[in-house]
């Protein structure tokens, strides 16, 4: 354990700490900054004379109430603990509560696997810290990672239950399922499969045992989704967020077909597509056909090339699909058969499942957008990744001892060659946001507003205030789609306004906006790598 925390705390500085990967994480340190700041859970509007109809607040998704607004009150408890440790120790700390997270996941799921396969403790350890989409989520400020090890948490206690007896387990268990249905709203979906899982045995064999832990998973997440509503209430004044639509949820069969393929099977690196499509191959023909071990073999070292060919490549873009960013999961389900799925395995295999089918019915059109690897199916990786795992050595002791080793070893490269392409994945976006944040705050910093006040900034990308959240005090910031910039540059013009920073994105050969009655002064592209631009108009 002691090796993983150190191989995630050296990457940290690789990665980087002062950017976000996604806008989500924006909300939250911009909630956690105002709860430090004295503002509390509720905000004042920036600019309200510029935007009298308060429809241009700079969060996006932000929760309002009255004329006020909380950038991040769907599960405060997250934005309490975000807050608690940025105080503590800055990016550093809120960053390692997340690697904890990862590390607790990586402890649990080893610990499932001594109940399955006990040679390959090891290998799960190591799988899940450092080659599952949880070594991505490790850095990330959104609670994926910290929930997972919350139910790695809740799963060793309730199998230790089982064994022993001890009520002190239980409650253990049941204190993991609040907190993770506190901070994540897909732990109800997992709590709520685990539930129906045990019950169902209950009502087969009427066993106490089931019963008891059936209660006390329903009761925690029950208990943890009220809590969070009467928190929600006490910010707001209703126990709903309510927040300007900005996608859908798709809820139509069209809908569901898409969120799946884009949260399995999307891919930013075509090689890592038929990375997966050789390894899935390769694995049921191992698992099914063992006399072909050879084919299988050649199957994974292919895949391993094409994966160093995706690593060691100039470019690494968002690996959206859970089975593309972990391959080796993907094999471990093509090994899969009946002989696999006895006892606990069945049953985490039935939990596991039922939380990716409700994920699936339940989860925006367009998956999580910003993520690597399905960050909705995150916190199930603890409970399949044993099973999968497991299977798939099962598959590869059927072949020969020299085609088993190599098979084995092109398994460990495609999985280090894909951790280090989500590595170099973050760190680049990373870059890019203090580029474009960095960037336009710098051109507003030069600007001069004309009235006296703070430089006005109108985004017209809903991720850029987000992004720039260190940045909103340093200006009257606004977020204005594009087709209302004419009516917002009218407004702050009638309000003597003399210029104005325009920060948006231009496709290829596209001219910033012409706006009556303003001129522009220049534009600036703050991003090497992506045309985001900082536009500085100024009254004709």
Known sequence: MVALVAVLVCLAPLVGLDSSFSADEGAVLAQADDLLTGEGW??????????????????????????????????????????????????????????????????????????????????????????????????????????????????????????????????VAAAAVLVAVGIRQEALLLAGAGAIVIGWRWARRRSLDDAVVAVTLAGAAAVAFGLNRIWVQAILGTASVSIPATGSSGGGLGGRVSGFT??????????????????????????????????????????????????????????????????????????????????????????????????????????????????????????????????????????????RRLTAGALAVCTVAVSITGVAALRGSHQ????????????????????????????????????????????RWLLVPRDDLGRVMDQVRDLGIQQVTVATYLAADEQPAAVDGWTVREAVRVVSAAPWYAIVYQRS
Do not use: N
């Open 42 to 171: 509720l905000a004042p509007h920036p600019f309200p004379e510029a935007d009298p109809d308060l429809v241009w607040y700079p969060l996006d998704r932000a929760a309002r109430a009255g004329d006020r607004f909380a950038p991040y009150a769907k599960l405060p408890l997250y934005a309490v603990l975000v807050a608690g440790l940025y105080a503590l120790g800055g990016m550093g700390a809120v960053v390692g509560l997340s690697l904890a997270g990862t590390v607790a996941a990586a402890w649990g799921a080893a610990t499932i696997t001594r109940r399955l396969r006990p040679e390959l403790v090891v290998p799960v350890f190591w799988l899940i810290g450092a080659g599952s989409p949880l070594l991505f989520d490790a850095y990330l400020v959104m609670a994926h990672a910290l929930a997972a090890g919350c139910v790695a948490v809740a799963a060793v206690s309730v199998l230790g239950w089982y064994e022993r007896r001890r009520s002190a387990l239980l409650v």
């Open 432 to 475: 890019r946001t203090a580029e474009l944040t960095e960037g336009v705050a710098a051109v507003a910093a030069t600007m001069t507003s004309g009235d006296g006040g703070p430089p006005v900034v109108v985004a017209t990308e809903r991720l850029i205030p987000r992004l720039a959240w260190r940045h909103l005090d340093e200006g």
């Open 262 to 403: 884009t949260t399995w099977f999307g891919f930013g690196d075509e090689e890592l597509l038929f990375v997966v499509l050789l390894l899935v191959t390769g694995a049921a023909v191992a698992a099914r056909a063992p006399r072909f071990g050879k084919l299988a073999a050649a199957c994974a070292g292919a895949a391993a090339v094409l994966a160093l060919l995706a690593a060691v490549s100039g470019e690494h873009g968002t690996v959206t699909g859970l089975l593309v960013a972990f391959p080796v999961l993907a094999a471990g389900l093509a090994s899969l058969r009946r002989e696999d799925t006895a006892g606990l395995a069945g049953a985490l295999l039935a939990v596991s499942g039922l939380f990716a089918a409700a994920v699936i019915l339940t989860q925006y059109e367009r998956g999580g957008t910003g993520e690597w690897g399905g960050r909705y199916f995150a916190i199930g990786l603890v409970l399949v990744v044993p099973v999968a795992v497991a299977a798939l050595w099962r598959s590869l002791l059927g072949l020969p001892a020299d085609t």
